[in-house]
């Protein structure tokens, strides 16, 4: 016992242990080696050992009571498992060991807790130890059917510090496994039992309690029968609760009701619970009274949650989600839907209960799988004479009808700013899938959604639903795509805690993984369903779909950060962007200039540098400059650059005068311009994360065999995606705020500078000399100032293949990489 831990042993053992439900490998690798540390049986005159073994697995568990002991009973399970069939069992040798030295360590630990020295470390061991045998009694409950007398005592514990606590409700879990295997128990021994339970009951808080009556459950419903001694509890606090109904209808505002809130939540509480492992319809406990108990039940519980009071709500809340465990059909009835309804949809209820409601729909579906189970073990030893299946069929079909009830607000409770309800809402959906209760296509934008959950656990979560569905039901994730990706939105909207700054698409961190990129990495191995899916989401940019700015910046966001693997994929995209950008462009042009008003007083011989003015006047302004332009040699179109700073002030100036009243159609420019200028954005990004040239992306065709284009991406290091100008009409409101002259300015400004990118649109051929064109100069000086970043004519893509490069020094529509 003085033995000390070692602590890297029991960290390691840790480590490897988590281990145990990973890839088949790993698994084995993990079952072997903690059957020869700790599940192979000890000689017996060998006490050291013994105790070394003992000390290192009560630190294991000791160290994992905050993560859950799920990876005990899973490798419990599967080293007993594998000798179900062997003549010789050394791991049921080992285990019957490990429990009986386990019970003498206890016995040491209590005597020794009288050392004041040593108290709070001997705590600490019992607590493992006895954490350690129920665990033990989850898998093997008859190891601990000969040491039931022995802990039995332990209920009498006085409670003052955690630990105290712990040791109560864990061994009142092991009795309660344990009572009803035993053969032939004395009646003192049981009568102890009942006594020692319901003086806890009595006495403790939630936990105890409800620890406590599962025992009594057991005993009473399996051994005693001693159904008077329940009655009389149940009574004692439904009569109380009767009688707390009775004052608060008569007077609402009295001061009884408050001088007894602490009794109000004990026997609401304490009814449910009792109500959950009892059902008091039986004559074993009413006799002959035709009285409804549960239908009281429901009445009394029903009241007290529409108290002003938000904690008598949440333990009446509590009490229903017992009862309704005892009698699933109550949940059908129209109060109690409209209640849990109510709660579910209802942005301004209260989180706690919100959360306790999905609470009680969790913990009904955990005990409905546990009874399944159950069911099917036993039914496995009569299969022969009976069916299975008719059995199972009958308690699956009332969880599928509750769940039908309750599911839409279930799934929309993944929209709250608060985790812990989102969730309480993952787990809820995640037991529905698992037991086969509903359809399972209505669920899947709702986990893409969760899929984007800051928190990795529920990712995770939600990310292995996505994993099941997609096993069993091949294209439920591609039909449900972009609904998804539109949901994640919506999800990271309500996340958002600072509504000013825009929602974006990817991870805040070093990785700037997309938000989106599980999803991606599902879709994308089948070429079909990859490209309708990015051709879905592409088409959102376009001026018809009419869909929100900030929508937009996250689709680009996660477009900009998707786990791409070949060529063909980004280049796919920056194809479809080009076609957008020539369809959208115009119309949004042509729509700008329809806005315009005529004025002929304002008309005078235009100059050279005034052909806008000129052509806004008459209404029209697409022709005569750019046609006067083109129709002029190179070297002259190049002169007349040089002079652009003033000619461009000029242009602003005449559009300006030419501007209507109504400032609408400025406004719906800028608007609708947003999402033609994220697509330059990102296939700028895109061209300098792969490094392409504009040849490249031009000589690229869809219609191509995959195996073309099948070549590995070489990504570029530190290329973000900073769409400046969206974030800057986001961020100051533009859609809602005054339109000021400045305001006015920078959008004409921003409209020349598109209606000069549209003119150039397609990238013109290498000067002779290998100079780059007037028109191309033309065009990345438009884009430069669209896009607020440098000169896409300095920073011209590096390229993978010797075959592009250098073949468009001068850039193109998309800026490149900075050198």
Known sequence: IEQPSFPKITEMCVKMIRRVNDEEGIKKLVN?????????????????????????????????????????????????????????????????????????????????????????????????????????????????????MTMQPYLTTKCSTQNDFIVICNVAKILELVVPLMEHPSETFLATIEEDLMKLIIKYGMTVVQHCVSCLGAVVNKVTQNYKFVWACFNRYYGALSKLKSQHQEDPNSTILTANKPALLRSLFTVGALCRHFDFDQEDFKGNSKVNIKDKVLELLMYFTKHSDEEVQTKAIIGLGFAFIQHPSLMFEQEVKTLYNSILSDKNCSVNLKIQVLKNLQTYLQEEDTRMQQADRDWKKVAKQEDLKEMGDISSGMSSSIMQLYLKQVLEAFFHTQSSVRHFALNVIALTLNQGLIHPVQCVPYLIAMGTDPEPSMRNKADQQLVEIDKKYAGFIHMKAV?????????????????????????????????????????????????????????????????????????????????????????????????????????????????????????????????????????????????????????????????????????????????????????????????????????????????????????????????????????????????????????????????????????????????????????????????????????????????????????????????????????????????
């Not at 990495?521 to 869909?547: E, P, V």
């Not at 409209?751 to 000069?756: G, I, P, R, S, V």
């Open 483 to 819: 609904a998804g990706m539109k949901m994640s939105y919506q999800v990271q909207q309500a996340i958002n805690t600072c509504p000013k700054d825009p929602v974006r698409g990817f991870r805040h961190d070093e990785s700037s993984n997309a938000l989106c990129s599980h999803l991606y990495s599902m879709i994308r191995g089948n070429r079909q369903h990859r490209r309708a899916f990015l051709i879905s989401l592409l088409n959102l940019f376009d001026d018809t779909a009419k869909t929100e700015v900030n929508m937009l910046l996250y689709i680009a966001d996660n477009l900009a950060c998707f786990p791409y693997q070949t060529q063909e994929e980004p280049l796919f995209i920056m194809h479809h962007i080009d076609i957008t950008l020539s369809v959208s462009g115009s119309n949004l042009l042509q729509s700008f200039k329809e806005s315009m008003v005529k004025d002929k007083k304002k008309e005078r011989k235009p100059s050279s540098d005034e052909e806008t003015e000129s052509d806004s006047n008459s209404g029209s302004e697409s022709e005569s400059e750019s046609e006067e332009e083109t129709s002029k040699p190179r070297r002259l179109r190049k002169q007349v650059d040089s002079d652009s700073d003033s000619d461009e002030e000029n242009d602003i100036n005449a559009v300006m005068k030419c501007l209507p009243e109504n400032s609408a159609p400025l406004i719906e420019f800028a608007n609708v311009s947003q999402g033609i200028l994220l697509l330059l954005m990102l296939k700028q990004h895109l061209k300098n994360l792969c490094g392409f040239s504009d040849s490249k992306i031009q000589k690229y065709s869809p219609s191509e065999s995959a195996k073309v284009y099948d070549k590995a991406i070489n990504r570029k290091i530190g290329v973000h995606f900073h769409p400046k100008q969206t974030l800057d009409f986001l961020r100051s409101d533009m859609a809602n705020s005054k339109i000021t002259e400045e305001v006015k300015r920078s959008i004409v400004k921003q409209y020349l500078d598109f209606k000069l990118l549209m003119e150039h649109l397609d990238p013109d051929e290498e000067e002779e000399d290998g100079e780059v064109s007037a028109s191309t100069n033309a065009r990345n000086k438009a884009i430069t100032s669209l896009l607020g970043g440098g000169s896409p004519k300095n920073n011209a893509a590096e390229t993978e293949d010797d075959e592009s490069d250098g073949e468009d020094r001068g850039g193109g529509i998309s800026g490149v990489r900075r050198r």
């Open 32 to 148: 072997e080696t903690f059957q020869k540390l700790w599940f192979t049986p000890t000689p017996h005159h060998d006490k050291e050992a013994m105790t070394r073994k003992i000390l290192n697995i009560t630190d294991v568990v000791a160290a994992c009571r905050d993560t859950g002991y799920d990876w005990f009973e899973q490798l419990l399970q599967n080293l007993l498992k594998s000798e179900e069939d062997a003549s010789y069992k050394p791991v049921k040798k080992a285990c019957t060991q490990l429990v009986d030295n386990l019970v003498e360590h206890i016995l040491k630990y209590e005597e020794s807790l009288s050392d004041s020295d040593n108290k709070g470390v001997n705590s600490g061991r019992l607590v493992a130890c006895i954490t350690t045998l129920f665990l033990f009694s989850k898998i093997r409950p008859q190891l601990m059917v000969k040491h039931a």
